[in-house]
């Protein structure tokens, strides 16, 4: 109150400014200089005017009021604009397949941050190594993280034409604990596949074979290859 004051050189512009009385003006002034012990004004009947004491408290606080005024409007900015570096993980092939186009996409719509990229099929501890996002498929194993569902992913069961010609198609899923399985060891439980019945039901089917792979391509490749 007493820096409108100052600037409306009255106690009448203040309070308009303000909304409220001239009295209620006059009052929180008086007060203020109650509080401080010194006289901030010199009041007569036609307007008022600041004391030596008075100059010196309204060009520091209106400083400061300046400073805080800055200071909002930068934060403001910062939330408007989102800036900085961005470090996220995702597994290999989702993220080159799925993920890079969006990520460029996201680039260009927020220039001023600056991506850190590193795909990987090694799942990575967030905190330890500095990351700020993972992108990972399932379930998080560690529940202390906040994570959000971003899509559906569909896998699907393959097998080239040279092998089942030669092995037999396998006709339900029980049938693949007899056929030499291609083992993808990034997910939680790699030797036991799950699968979803007509009805909602998921039944887990344990499967074995000699190729492992750390990696999606990788099994995709041996598949192929019969």
Same mark, same amino acid.
């Given at each position: ?48 005017? &600041? ?7 309204? !060009? ?37 397949? !799925? ?14 941050? !600056? ?8 799942? $990575?501890?967030?905190?330890? &190594? ?25 896998? $699907? ?43 909602? !039901? ?21 598949? &192929?290859?019969?």
């Amino acid at each position: 109150m007493f820096v409108a004051v100052v600037e409306a050189r009255s106690f009448t512009g203040a309070a308009v400014k303000l909304g409220t009385s001239s009295g209620q003006a006059s009052k929180l002034v008086s007060r203020l200089e109650a509080e401080l012990g010194v006289r901030l004004l010199n009041r007569t009947t036609r307007a008022v005017s &600041e004391t030596e004491a008075g100059r010196a408290y309204f !060009e520091r606080v209106r400083a400061i009021l300046d400073e805080i005024d800055d200071l909002d409007l930068a934060i403001r900015n910062v939330a408007q604009s989102p800036r900085g570096r961005l470090r996220l993980t995702a597994p290999l092939t989702f993220g080159i397949v !799925e993920l890079a186009r969006a990520l460029n996409d996201f680039a260009a719509s927020y220039p001023e941050i !600056e991506l850190d990229v590193s795909f990987s099929d090694r799942v $990575v501890n967030l905190v330890d &190594e500095g990351f700020d996002v993972a992108v990972r498929v399932g379930r998080p194993a560690d529940t202390s993280l906040i994570a959000r569902k971003l899509c559906d992913v569909r896998i $699907v069961l393959v097998g080239s034409d040279a092998y089942l010609e030669k092995h037999g198609d396998p006709s339900t899923p029980d049938a693949l604990q007899r056929h030499a399985c291609i083992i993808d060891t990034n997910f939680r439980e790699p030797g036991r596949w799950p699968f979803r019945s007509a009805d909602g !039901e998921t039944i887990a089917v344990p499967v074995t074979g000699r190729l492992h792979y750390s990696n999606a391509e990788a099994c995709l490749g041996a598949a &192929e290859a019969g």
